[in-house]
């Protein structure tokens, strides 16, 4: 057994909600999971990561968890898991779920105890503080969702500490009952046969135990953000030196289990490729990490150079997983592009061709854009909150489009739970499988070429000079050496080879002719 099969893999994000809809309620579940694993299989994938499907009332859509060892009833049950996980793996993917460690919902049994009175035997489970003098919260640390990050809690007379929704207290990690009752979680899943575990919002672990102000950060164009979470330098609030001890609790318990690991997610605050180089360095932190940081630049040739430039600078002990779109951030191929077929493929391209292990988030292979939703059909509390500046994560969240000939896309034959949007019809996988140059017919062709590449999937990166619009590296392992290249923008580019490579017949990349790169091009060269 490869143990290390994470370096280098591909993995596929699900949100249960929207994948696939079994029972005619709008809203996707497990069941229908297992029923379009086909497709995912049939990507080339290695594994899927599956976001919540504990018990919650959702008020943040499962991030929210009140049971987590049960299954919500939107989502089927703990038997329809153990269907979707012997499925998974009958056709050779391995799964991972999500662990929401920092935080739960305030219907949890933990917190139902916790705020009934000081004095009950998980009273410090959570973090409470006494007031001020004049009855204001203890320090100014702001929730990422907006307002104050405490919440006056009567039947304690203390505030309680929440970096999201005040539905959402935070778990106090320093507390050995908590941490063994996490990993008694973590265990629970994994006797059940998971691969792993996404960890959730890593740099909310732990927080400066003295509960010292957060220093102001001025915007530097002196116009107020939208988000006055920008407003502080978050030194004590989070991201902590100390969180890499939770993080080797959970990496002990995966070592008892060969095969398993580990996804953190980073935040974008701070030095995020310090810390994901030190979460992911050696045999005692965890296995993987991603961050959002790399997600919210603009796109361009220099952009990129500059961002790969740092990520291999900078991550040299660890691994990074990266991903271009997520449940959390606008599609790429409307956040950086243009939407088009044409962009769609470059992404794919690139991110599928760059060192470490990846991340596709569904979707992302038929192309699909931003879901443009009014108001009244948001259910983000994200959104709603800071609307309409902000839009919040709704747009990236809608149903799959599965046929374009049924309703709803073949999502679901009640309401969906969001909108379909009509451009995404066009999109449907059922039209795009019959497409022999549809987007997600590129994703089949490149991720089968990508296996019979050593250097993409284990090799060296090393940046080359390019241009203003051609992204160019080096990727190199002991049995091959590639060229890539990577046209950024609409129109062609040209490019200067020198002696010795020669160009390689990779899926959906044409040859350069007259020294020209197709607009939003890719080519791939042997040395």
Same mark, same amino acid.
């Given at each position: 057994?490869?143990?290390?099969?994470?370096?280098?893999?591909? !993995?596929?994000?699900?949100?249960?909600?929207?994948?696939?809809?079994?029972?005619?309620?709008?809203?996707? &579940?497990?069941?229908?999971?297992?029923?379009?694993?086909?497709?995912?299989?049939?990507?080339?994938?290695?594994?899927?990561?599956?976001?919540?499907?504990?018990?919650?009332?959702?008020?943040?859509?499962?991030?929210?968890?009140?049971?987590?060892?049960?299954?919500?009833?939107?989502?089927?049950?703990?038997?329809?898991?153990?269907?979707?996980?012997?499925?998974?793996?009958?056709?050779?993917?391995?799964?991972?779920?999500?662990?929401?460690?920092?935080?739960?919902?305030?219907?949890?049994?933990?917190?139902?105890?916790?705020?009934?009175?000081?004095?009950?035997?998980?009273?410090?489970?959570?973090?409470?503080?006494?007031?001020?003098?004049?009855?204001?919260?203890?320090?100014?640390?702001?929730?990422?969702?907006?307002?104050?990050? /405490?919440?006056?809690?009567?039947?304690?007379?203390?505030?309680?500490?929440?970096?999201?929704?005040?539905?959402?207290?935070?778990?106090?990690?320093?507390?050995?009952?908590?941490?063994?009752?996490?990993?008694?979680?973590?265990?629970?899943?994994?006797?059940?046969?998971?691969?792993?575990?996404?960890?959730?919002?890593?740099?909310?672990?732990?927080?400066?135990?003295? !509960?010292?102000?957060?220093?102001?950060?001025?915007?530097? &164009?002196?116009?107020?953000?939208?988000?006055?979470?920008?407003?502080?330098?978050?030194?004590?609030?989070?991201?902590?030196?100390?969180?890499?001890?939770?993080?080797?609790?959970?990496?002990?318990?995966?070592?008892?289990?060969?095969?398993?690991?580990?996804?953190?997610?980073?935040?974008?605050?701070?030095?995020?490729?310090?810390?994901?180089?030190?979460?992911?360095?050696?045999?005692?932190?965890?296995?993987?990490?991603?961050?959002?940081?790399?997600?919210?630049?603009?796109?361009?040739?220099?952009?990129?150079?500059?961002?790969?430039?740092?990520?291999?600078?900078?991550?040299?002990?660890?691994?990074?997983?990266?991903?271009?779109?997520?449940?959390?951030?606008?599609?790429?191929?409307?956040? /950086?592009?243009?939407?088009?077929?044409?962009?769609?493929?470059?992404?794919?391209?690139?991110?599928?061709?760059?060192?470490?292990?990846?991340?596709?988030?569904?979707?992302?292979?038929?192309?699909?854009?931003?879901?443009?939703?009014?108001?009244?059909?948001?259910?983000?509390?994200?959104?709603?909150?800071?609307?309409?500046?902000?839009?919040?994560?709704?747009?990236?969240?809608?149903?799959?489009?599965?046929?374009?000939?049924?309703?709803?896309?073949?999502?679901?034959?009640?309401?969906? /739970? !969001?909108?379909?949007?009509?451009?995404?019809?066009?999109?449907?996988?059922?039209?795009?499988?019959?497409?022999?140059?549809?987007?997600?017919?590129?994703?089949?062709?490149?991720?089968? /070429?990508?296996?019979?590449?050593?250097?993409?999937?284990?090799?060296?990166?090393?940046?080359?000079?390019?241009?203003?619009?051609?992204?160019?590296?080096?990727?190199?392992?002991?049995?091959?050496? !590639?060229?890539?290249?990577?046209?950024?923008?609409?129109?062609?580019?040209?490019?200067?080879?020198?002696?010795?490579?020669?160009?390689?017949?990779?899926?959906?990349?044409?040859?350069?002719?007259?020294?020209?790169?197709?607009?939003?091009?890719?080519?791939?060269?042997?040395?």
């Amino acid at each position: 057994m490869n143990h290390d099969w994470w370096r280098g893999a591909v !993995l596929y994000h699900i949100i249960p909600r929207s994948f696939q809809d079994s029972d005619g309620d709008g809203i996707g &579940d497990l069941a229908g999971i297992t029923a379009r694993l086909d497709h995912v299989a049939a990507l080339g994938v290695d594994a899927i990561w599956i976001s919540p499907f504990y018990a919650s009332p959702m008020e943040d859509f499962g991030y929210d968890v009140a049971d987590h060892c049960a299954v919500d009833p939107a989502f089927g049950s703990l038997a329809d898991f153990d269907r979707l996980l012997q499925r998974a793996h009958g056709l050779g993917l391995k799964l991972l779920i999500d662990l929401v460690w920092s935080h739960s919902s305030d219907r949890h049994p933990w917190f139902a105890a916790s705020r009934r009175s000081s004095g009950d035997a998980k009273a410090e489970w959570y973090v409470w503080a006494d007031a001020k003098a004049d009855g204001t919260p203890p320090n100014n640390w702001l929730s990422v969702f907006g307002g104050s990050a /405490w919440t006056w809690e009567p039947r304690r007379r203390q505030y309680y500490l929440h970096h999201f929704l005040a539905s959402q207290p935070a778990l106090n990690l320093r507390h050995p009952e908590v941490l063994a009752a996490q990993e008694a979680v973590g265990q629970f899943w994994l006797d059940r046969g998971v691969d792993g575990f996404r960890l959730d919002a890593v740099d909310f672990l732990l927080h400066d135990a003295a !509960l010292r102000d957060n220093p102001p950060r001025p915007p530097a &164009d002196g116009v107020t953000p939208l988000k006055p979470f920008g407003l502080q330098h978050h030194r004590f609030d989070m991201a902590q030196a100390d969180a890499v001890a939770p993080m080797r609790r959970l990496r002990g318990l995966l070592a008892r289990y060969p095969g398993s690991t580990t996804v953190a997610e980073l935040s974008s605050e701070g030095d995020v490729l310090d810390r994901a180089n030190l979460y992911t360095a050696g045999e005692a932190a965890l296995h993987m990490a991603y961050t959002l940081r790399l997600m919210r630049r603009g796109f361009s040739a220099a952009l990129l150079r500059q961002a790969i430039g740092e990520v291999e600078a900078r991550v040299t002990d660890g691994w990074l997983c990266w991903a271009f779109s997520n449940h959390d951030v606008e599609r790429a191929v409307s956040r /950086w592009g243009d939407g088009s077929p044409a962009f769609a493929k470059l992404l794919m391209a690139l991110l599928l061709s760059l060192r470490g292990s990846l991340c596709i988030y569904q979707g992302e292979e038929l192309g699909l854009t931003e879901a443009a939703l009014p108001f009244e059909a948001l259910r983000d509390p994200y959104g709603k909150a800071f609307w309409p500046e902000f839009k919040g994560r709704d747009g990236c969240r809608t149903p799959m489009p599965w046929s374009s000939g049924q309703p709803n896309a073949g999502f679901s034959p009640g309401r969906p /739970w !969001l909108p379909l949007p009509e451009a995404h019809l066009a999109l449907a996988r059922d039209g795009q499988a019959a497409d022999p140059h549809s987007v997600l017919n590129a994703y089949r062709r490149f991720l089968a /070429w990508r296996k019979r590449q050593p250097a993409l999937r284990q090799g060296r990166l090393t940046l080359v000079p390019g241009s203003d619009a051609v992204l160019a590296f080096e990727r190199q392992s002991a049995e091959q050496r !590639l060229l890539c290249l990577f046209n950024c923008r609409p129109g062609a580019a040209p490019i200067a080879l020198a002696e010795g490579w020669t160009w390689l017949d990779g899926p959906g990349c044409e040859r350069p002719a007259d020294g020209l790169l197709p607009g939003y091009g890719a080519a791939y060269f042997a040395g």
